[in-house]
């Protein structure tokens, strides 16, 4: 089941609604009431995203709610795109002599707020009925501190403890000597990207890779940034150099930071990674990519995402489609988790039962591991059946 993650894009589309008012376009009637009424509905949706989309592994209604939550985002962006493609064209044309055109053709104001209320109002009852449905699911409510906290928890870096990764030797091999043989054979930049659902394990295959011992030789430098979902270029260019061990000190403009980049880089074969991309705007990574491009040949970039469209966008050889844990290596995760040092055979029910808890999984690290934490030391029989009969 392919998980759903739209919090980025309800985020966009909320700051999109926000900076109208802004723009000054002149929001009145019924069109300022639907803005109101899509705004509020969306914010209480956004409270309780994050618990959603975390929760949805457990519960195929809640990836059911967020399907159906996906494409009522995607109809209002489509929305929103013509209400911004009218602000531009206004703020390309605002002199008098083509105001007083404008109002004769379609571009009439009042039309056109009739027009767009009407669309808003369309996707805003369909996003009412959907916000109603989400008592259903208990979710948590909290973006401020979740949201802190996820970013905290997401933070990654290249360190690794490579006894603790079950199975994934071929998925590396493949990724490291790819990298190694493009070291001789290409001459610009390459970029590769693992990408694959939430927990997958594609943060830790970069780090198997970026900590091989043949890939450490063969490039001068490595650096790890974690991206996550800001992808601000002069923040980026700032980390980057300090992942290469440079300093960019109290800079703040782009310009020398971007020089402080391209000094560090010359002559230098490069591996970065970008974990954790969110950013879909092929604009700013064209502008990260570029500052990127002054390496020596066979320098490379490896980018892990759960969305395959950045994947496409940011990839420059075939991508790594990340698949599941195979069953014998979710089931020794499991067991790691759940038993510890302890042999599972002091109740061999709890095999069974264990086994069928990890199935439910579907070859997800992220849940095994986090439901074999959850059954560490129980040894009620009871217990874990609860576990394999709930909705985890
Ligand atoms: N092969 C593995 N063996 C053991 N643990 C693993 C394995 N792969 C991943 N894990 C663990 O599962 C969790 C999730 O892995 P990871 O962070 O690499 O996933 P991800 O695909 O990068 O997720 P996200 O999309 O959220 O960034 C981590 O705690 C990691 O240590
Ligand atoms: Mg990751």
New binding site residues.
């Given amino acids: 089941m392919a998980e759903v993650f739209i919090s980025p894009l309800v985020g966009t589309i909320l700051d999109s609604l926000n900076s109208w008012s802004l723009k000054g376009l002149e929001l009145a009637g019924s069109l300022k009431t639907e803005v109101a009424s899509l705004e509020s509905t969306l914010t209480t949706i956004q409270a309780v995203l994050q618990d959603a989309e975390e929760k949805q592994w457990k519960s195929k209604a809640i990836t059911d709610w967020l399907g159906k939550l996906k494409q009522a985002a995607y109809d209002l962006e489509v929305v929103l795109d013509d209400f911004n493609t009218e602000a531009l064209r206004r703020s390309l044309h605002t002199d008098a002599r083509s105001q007083v055109t404008s109002f004769f053709s379609l571009g009439n104001p009042l039309l056109f707020r009739l027009d767009m209320a009407r669309k808003f109002k369309n996707v805003r009852v369909k996003l009412d009925a959907i916000a109603g449905e989400k008592s259903k699911f208990h979710l948590r409510e909290g973006v401020g501190e979740a949201e802190i906290e996820r970013n905290e928890d ?1 933070q ?1 870096s290249s360190l690794v403890t490579e006894s ?5 030797a071929d998925e590396k091999e493949k990724i490291v000597s790819m990298l190694l043989s493009n070291v001789s054979h290409h001459d610009d930049l390459s970029v590769y990207a693992i990408c ?10 970069a780090q198997l890779v970026y900590n091989d011992e043949n890939v450490a030789e063969v490039f001068d430098l490595r650096g790890w940034v974690c991206v996550s979902d800001d992808f601000d270029i002069k923040r980026l260019t700032k980390v980057i150099v300090e992942s290469f061990g440079g300093k960019s000190g109290d800079i703040q403009e782009l310009d020398p930071l971007q020089r402080c980049l391209v000094e560090k880089l010359a002559g230098k074969r490069f591996l970065l990674v970008l974990d ?1 991309v969110w950013n879909k705007s092929h604009d700013k990574w064209d502008r990260l990519k570029q500052a990127l491009q002054c390496g020596q040949k066979g320098s490379t970039v490896i980018v ?1 995402t ?1 969305d395959e469209d950045i994947a496409v966008m940011m990839a420059t050889t075939p991508f790594c489609r ?1 698949g599941c ?1 195979s069953d014998h ?1 979710s089931w020794s ?1 499991f067991k790691k988790r759940a038993f510890g040092m302890e042999k599972t055979g002091s109740n061999a029910n709890l095999e069974t039962i264990g086994r069928q808890i990890v199935q439910r999984c579907g070859g997800v ?2 849940a095994i ?1 986090a439901i074999g934490s959850r059954l560490r030391f129980r040894s009620q029989e009871s217990e874990w059946l609860r576990v394999k009969d709930s909705k985890i």
């Fill in positions: 997401r990654t603790e990764v079950l199975g994934r694959g659902m939430g927990g997958l394990g594609k943060t830790t295959i954790d892990t759960r990340l844990l290596d995760l690290p992220l591991k």
